[in-house]
């Protein structure tokens, strides 16, 4: 037996009420799925103050933009892979970087290939923090005093070595800087990162360390490394207890400290830049975000995108005209 559906019985008109209904359902799901995740790429490995940092302000952005923000660690050429990756995305806003100091303001003086400059295909966001570098030495036998260092180097045949994160990072630079202006005799030993370098003063095996507070300020509270003083004109808020250069000895010692910033591609919209930096600016004001940036020896630094472009073009110029000096010497 069929059955016969009257035309009235088969299509029922839905009552508009329900019609409103259906469609309030419907609109929530739509949203969600229609917008990506925000990329904010890291170009450091995973569980490094760069990798803290990012992760802080993914959690957070991603809670007030209402949107998810996925990290992705993309490590390599001392951080310079990264904003590679970052320049060659869509200038939506959607793909963000992180941006440390050595590869926005150092390596494009350095770097044979010139074809990527990061301050022309990156657009600043906002700085978010800076990074302490500190002096330190041996307690035990190690010069205990920045006098005592530079009258040991020039005293001591062949000088006396010290160990950063690598050749011409922002730790290297800091000690030549004060080669240049003291005539200490210091030699370069460039180690695989802050830690192994830490790690060499404290076995003994060099005699000085430029070093991110971070890696080093375990070691100085427990009395195992003496801090001759922090690079930056100010003193360091997560350890007001150690001197500047400059206090300890050097007058005029400017080596700065370093920093990490938000990026986008250049190209991003100038109000999508504004309104991630505002963004940026309530993140940071935050009292629990400071304190969790605190644990990570560095110290939020917040600066919008104008000023702090402004700081990188004085960066970069301050530390290309060192780098010129030093293969002049050469």
Request: glycine share 10%.
């Amino acid at each position: 037996m069929r059955l016969r559906l009257d035309k009235t019985e088969a299509i029922m008109p839905l009552k508009p009420g329900l019609i409103f209904a259906l469609l309030a359902l419907a609109v929530p799901a739509f949203a969600q799925t229609s917008q990506k995740p925000i990329q904010l790429i890291v170009p450091f490995p995973p569980g490094g103050s760069a990798d803290g940092i990012g992760r802080i302000i993914a959690t957070e952005l991603g809670a007030q933009l209402g949107r998810q923000v996925v990290v992705e660690n993309k490590p390599g050429a001392g951080g310079t892979i990264g904003l590679m990756l970052t320049a060659k995305s869509p200038a939506d806003g959607d793909t963000l970087t992180l941006a440390a100091t050595g590869a926005l303001v150092v390596n494009p003086h350095v770097q044979t290939d010139h074809s990527f400059d990061p301050l022309r295909e990156l657009a600043p966001i906002a700085k978010l923090i800076e990074i302490p570098i500190v002096m330190a030495t041996n307690a035990k036998t190690g010069p205990q005093t920045i006098k005592e260092l530079i009258e040991r180097s020039k005293a001591t045949p062949g000088g006396l070595s010290f160990g950063t994160t690598g050749a011409n990072s922002s730790q290297h630079l800091a000690v030549e800087l004060l080669k240049r202006m003291t005539g200490a005799n210091l030699v370069h030993v460039p180690f695989r990162g802050s830690n192994p370098a830490v790690m060499a003063v404290l076995g003994d095996q060099v005699p000085l360390v430029s070093s991110d507070l971070t890696s080093a300020h375990p070691h100085i509270k427990a009395g195992t490394l003496t801090a001759l003083g922090v690079t930056s004109v100010t003193r360091a808020k997560t350890a007001p207890e150690i001197p500047t250069i400059a206090e300890a000895g050097v007058p005029g010692f400017n080596g700065s400290p370093g920093f990490m910033g938000l990026f986008a591609p250049a190209g991003t919209p100038p109000a999508r830049i504004k309104q991630l930096t505002r963004e940026i600016a309530l993140i940071l004001a935050k009292p629990e975000v400071q304190a969790k940036v605190a644990l990570l020896s560095v110290e939020p630094a917040y600066a919008d995108d104008a000023t702090f472009g402004a700081l990188l073009t004085a960066e970069s110029a301050k530390w290309k005209a060192l780098l010129a000096s030093m293969t002049a010497a050469k």
